[in-house]
Each structure stands twice: as structure tokens, then as C-alpha cells.
């Protein structure tokens, strides 16, 4: 590796068997045993298929990865991006030493601290203290360096209170804050972050990014980053690396990786919302269609700034449960998959007669001209992801176009996405 490659990965793929640990039989470990000892590839490696979730395959075996090539410099911070089943979290995974790839090779500089989800690296009968020095022990640290750095983790954590309880007793969001505050402060070279943010509340969060940026900006560190809140990737990453199938779709400058996965994902629009691969849910109740309906009461892919806007939810009503027990959660986000406006059907009053059919009614749509994605959960009775019966994101998609929306006699042009009445005098 170069003096600045911190990072190297070579043709690296992982292979998995469904529904089975190991190989499964003692035949084909006695083949794979046979071609090792005459300095042969294993068998199974030559079969397989590519991990697209969204199709029913015919081999026992699958590549989560295959062929990932890339490098990151000292001080980069990189951006995973891809769709659910791409293959970032087994990546992630595989640079953290959690596993092994099946073929390639990875190459690092430095320590790795790596973040993949809630509770990885604790020990749920040790205390945050415990935990602390456990994992800086792990990275190679001396008790004397994790006590220089510890009142800065619990104060970043705001755990203090709870520093000497065993972490089994934490919430999942102070698990997440110890763990992130661990992870970013203890003396790693590499900073390995998943979704796992998302346990977390919006004003932690954003502390996560702005210490994620002093990581990378202030102290030279690296840092790869996997999330679906584009804003956020876009905000604190310099590249990206955009996964689909498993396979490397684009590795580049951070505003080009985006703009490959967004023109990627507006492909999903074409496709009628019961045909897509990517719904998740256990169908009791299931969305057939979403449509868009004007003041006008006329089916629309656009509308005016502050017009009313319909939306009417088509279900098909498999296990014949009563509507008025759904919880609805849907919203817009923006082109970054930022999140922009939402309803919550437990938050208001919903009452339907009909057993097909709900409908969310917006009297003004207060939205500045811009393109905005849709995304609806719907569940049954508690918002507890066993009962989701039908969540999509991204969709639905409504342009909404610009207006003389204060009554001014000019028109309103796009900028931040919410509007609010509002008179200057």
C-alpha cells in the first residue's frame, strides 16, 4: 500500500449457503478438503448467485459480495450508500474483522473501532465503565490512555449517572450513545460507523455527525460511514461507494455517488406498488396502490404549492382485521432522503367504514417546487416491527410546482422545502 492507503481492498467476496451452517454435509467438506490438498479452488465457489433479495434463485449458495475493490486515503471520510440486501452491512462487517471473506484480501493501516449495531463489543454483565476499558483494551490501548479519554466518553454519552450500572439495564439509546462516544474517542486510525445512529434522538445524532466530522477534518482520521440518510452522508463524506446486488455499482466523489443512486432509485416509480421487490411486512394488510388526487379530485403525479392534495391508500385486506386498528406512519422526504413533513394516524383520529381503502387528506400542501418521495409503514395495533404488515420507502414520488402562494402576485420559488403563511408589515 501506498504511504496514504489506510484502506486497501482487493477482489474481495463473501459467499453464503442458505439455511445452513457450514457446508452442511460432510461430503462437500471432504471435497472442499480434496481440492485444498491438491492446491485446487474450492468447488463451491464456481456456484452461487448474485444476492438480488428481490429474486427467487435456484442455488443453495449466495454471494452477499463479490469482486469489491477499492481504497480509502488517511483522513477520508467514505460514504456506503445502497439499497436494503446490498451488502454494506457485510462489508462492514468483514473490514471490522467480524468475519472472514471467502476470497480476496483486505489490507489496513492502523487500528479499526468499528460501531455495527446496538450492543456489539459490551458485554451486557459488565457496567459502562467495564465496557469502556474493555474496549480500549481490545484496540490495543493502556489503562492510562482509556483513563485520560474516559470523562470524555461518559460526557459525551450523558451517561454519568449510570456509568457503574451493568449495561444489560440500558435503554437501547444510551447502549447506542456509549457505544458511538466508546468508538469515536477511544485511539483508533479507522472509525467504522453502521445505521445504528437511527437508535438514537434526532439532537444526538447530530452530535454523532459533528464529532464524526472532527474525526475526519480536525484529527485525521478515517471514517466509513453507512446510512440510508443521504443528507447526512452527503453533509459529512468527501466519497462514496454505492453497493447494489452485492456487486460495486460506483465508487467516486460523494455528489457523483449520490446522483447514481437517485437516478437508480427513481427507477423503482415505473413499477406498481404491489409488484415491488422491496416492500417489507407481514401482508395481513397490504398496500395494492397510492394515489395522489388535486383539489380538482383528479388522480395527479404534480401539484400546485399550497393546493390541497389527497393521498388514498388501496389495500387488500388479506387476514379481514378492522382498518380503524392501523397505524399509519407516512411522510415526504426530499431528494437526500431527508425527512420533511409526516402523519401519524394514532396522532389524529381515524375512522373508515371501508374494509379497501383509507385516505390521508391534506388541506394545503405547504411545500416549496421540488420533487418529493413518499414512504408509508402501516402496522397493526402497536408500531412493534413484528406487526408492520406493509412498509415501502420511496414510494411514490409528487412534483410539486411552483405557485403564488402568498397571494403577491409573484410566484414562490424552490428553496428550504416548508412553507408557512406568513405577511411582512
Same mark, same amino acid.
Given at each position: 500500500?501506498?504511504?496514504?492507503?489506510?484502506?486497501?481492498?482487493?477482489?474481495?467476496?463473501?459467499?453464503?449457503?442458505?439455511?445452513?451452517?457450514?457446508?452442511?454435509?460432510?461430503?462437500?467438506?471432504?471435497?472442499?478438503?480434496?481440492?485444498?490438498?491438491?492446491?485446487?479452488?474450492?468447488?463451491?465457489?464456481?456456484?452461487?448467485?448474485?444476492?438480488?433479495?428481490?429474486?427467487?434463485?435456484?442455488?443453495?449458495?449466495?454471494?452477499?459480495?463479490?469482486?469489491?475493490?477499492?481504497?480509502?486515503?488517511?483522513?477520508?471520510?467514505?460514504?456506503?450508500?445502497?439499497?436494503?440486501?446490498?451488502?454494506?452491512?457485510?462489508?462492514?462487517?468483514?473490514?471490522?474483522?467480524?468475519?472472514?471473506?471467502?476470497?480476496?484480501?483486505?489490507?489496513?493501516?492502523?487500528?479499526?473501532?468499528?460501531?455495527?449495531?446496538?450492543?456489539?463489543?459490551?458485554?451486557?454483565?459488565?457496567?459502562?465503565?467495564?465496557?469502556?476499558?474493555?474496549?480500549?483494551?481490545?484496540?490495543?490501548?493502556?489503562?492510562?490512555?482509556?483513563?485520560?479519554?474516559?470523562?470524555?466518553?461518559?460526557?459525551?454519552?450523558?451517561?454519568?449517572?449510570?456509568?457503574?450500572?451493568?449495561?444489560?439495564?440500558?435503554?437501547?439509546?444510551?447502549?447506542?450513545?456509549?457505544?458511538?462516544?466508546?468508538?469515536?474517542?477511544?485511539?483508533?486510525?479507522?472509525?467504522?460507523?453502521?445505521?445504528?445512529?437511527?437508535?438514537?434522538?434526532?439532537?444526538?445524532?447530530?452530535?454523532?455527525?459533528?464529532?464524526?466530522?472532527?474525526?475526519?477534518?480536525?484529527?485525521?482520521?478515517?471514517?466509513?460511514?453507512?446510512?440510508?440518510?443521504?443528507?447526512?452522508?452527503?453533509?459529512?463524506?468527501?466519497?462514496?461507494?454505492?453497493?447494489?446486488?452485492?456487486?460495486?455499482?460506483?465508487?467516486?466523489?460523494?455528489?457523483?455517488?449520490?446522483?447514481?443512486?437517485?437516478?437508480?432509485?427513481?427507477?423503482?416509480?415505473?413499477?406498481?406498488?404491489?409488484?415491488? !421487490?422491496?416492500?417489507?411486512?407481514?401482508?395481513?394488510?397490504?398496500?395494492?396502490?397510492?394515489?395522489?388526487?388535486?383539489?380538482?379530485?383528479?388522480?395527479?403525479?404534480?401539484?400546485?404549492?399550497?393546493?390541497?392534495? !389527497?393521498?388514498?391508500?388501496?389495500?387488500?385486506?388479506?387476514?379481514?382485521?378492522?382498518?380503524?386498528?392501523?397505524?399509519?406512519?407516512?411522510?415526504?422526504?426530499?431528494?437526500?432522503?431527508?425527512?420533511?413533513?409526516?402523519?401519524?394516524?394514532?396522532?389524529?383520529?381515524?375512522?373508515?367504514?371501508?374494509?379497501?381503502?383509507?385516505?390521508?387528506?391534506?388541506?394545503?400542501?405547504?411545500?416549496?417546487?421540488?420533487?418529493?418521495?413518499?414512504?408509508?409503514?402501516?402496522?397493526?395495533?402497536?408500531?412493534?416491527?413484528?406487526?408492520?404488515?406493509?412498509?415501502?420507502?420511496?414510494?411514490?414520488?409528487?412534483?410539486?410546482?411552483?405557485?403564488?402562494?402568498?397571494?403577491?402576485?409573484?410566484?414562490?420559488?424552490?428553496?428550504?422545502?416548508?412553507?408557512?403563511?406568513?405577511?411582512?408589515?
Amino acid at each position: 500500500m501506498s504511504k496514504n492507503i489506510v484502506l486497501d481492498v482487493e477482489n474481495v467476496s463473501k459467499q453464503y449457503r442458505l439455511g445452513e451452517v457450514g457446508t452442511g454435509s460432510l461430503q462437500h467438506d471432504i471435497k472442499r478438503w480434496w481440492a485444498n490438498v491438491r492446491g485446487k479452488e474450492d468447488p463451491y465457489l464456481k456456484i452461487g448467485e448474485t444476492n438480488d433479495r428481490t429474486q427467487k434463485g435456484d442455488s443453495d449458495y449466495v454471494w452477499a459480495l463479490r469482486d469489491i475493490n477499492f481504497q480509502v486515503e488517511q483522513g477520508q471520510a467514505v460514504g456506503i450508500i445502497g439499497r436494503n440486501g446490498a451488502g454494506k452491512s457485510t462489508l462492514l462487517k468483514l473490514l471490522s474483522r467480524v468475519t472472514k471473506p471467502t476470497r480476496g484480501s483486505i489490507k489496513y493501516k492502523g487500528r479499526i473501532a468499528s460501531l455495527l449495531e446496538v450492543g456489539t463489543g459490551f458485554h451486557p454483565e459488565m457496567t459502562g465503565r467495564e465496557n469502556i476499558y474493555l474496549n480500549g483494551a481490545i484496540l490495543g490501548m493502556t489503562r492510562k490512555e482509556i483513563t485520560r479519554k474516559f470523562d470524555e466518553i461518559v460526557d459525551f454519552a450523558g451517561v454519568e449517572r449510570y456509568i457503574d450500572t451493568p449495561v444489560k439495564r440500558y435503554s437501547s439509546g444510551m447502549y447506542v450513545r456509549l457505544a458511538f462516544a466508546v468508538a469515536a474517542h477511544l485511539e483508533s486510525e479507522i472509525l467504522i460507523v453502521d445505521e445504528v445512529l437511527a437508535v438514537g434522538d434526532a439532537e444526538f445524532q447530530k452530535k454523532c455527525l459533528g464529532k464524526m466530522g472532527d474525526v475526519t477534518k480536525g484529527e485525521g482520521r478515517t471514517v466509513l460511514f453507512v446510512s440510508h440518510n443521504i443528507g447526512a452522508v452527503k453533509t459529512l463524506c468527501d466519497s462514496g461507494v454505492y453497493m447494489k446486488n452485492g456487486t460495486l455499482e460506483y465508487v467516486g466523489e460523494i455528489e457523483n455517488t449520490i446522483s447514481k443512486y437517485l437516478i437508480d432509485t427513481a427507477g423503482s416509480f415505473d413499477e406498481p406498488i404491489i409488484l415491488r !421487490k422491496d416492500k417489507l411486512g407481514n401482508k395481513k394488510v397490504e398496500v395494492i396502490d397510492v394515489v395522489f388526487f388535486n383539489n380538482l379530485n383528479q388522480p395527479t403525479a404534480e401539484i400546485l404549492s399550497g393546493d390541497s392534495l !389527497k393521498i388514498k391508500f388501496e389495500l387488500e385486506n388479506h387476514d379481514n382485521l378492522d382498518l380503524n386498528n392501523l397505524i399509519i406512519a407516512c411522510g415526504f422526504t426530499d431528494k437526500y432522503e431527508n425527512k420533511i413533513v409526516s402523519w401519524v394516524s394514532d396522532e389524529m383520529n381515524l375512522v373508515t367504514k371501508n374494509n379497501n381503502e383509507i385516505t390521508l387528506e391534506i388541506p394545503k400542501f405547504n411545500l416549496r417546487p421540488e420533487n418529493y418521495f413518499f414512504t408509508y409503514q402501516i402496522s397493526y395495533k402497536t408500531t412493534n416491527p413484528k406487526d408492520f404488515c406493509d412498509v415501502l420507502i420511496n414510494a411514490k414520488t409528487i412534483s410539486v410546482i411552483e405557485s403564488d402562494f402568498f397571494n403577491s402576485g409573484k410566484k414562490i420559488r424552490p428553496g428550504s422545502s416548508l412553507l408557512l403563511d406568513a405577511n411582512f408589515y
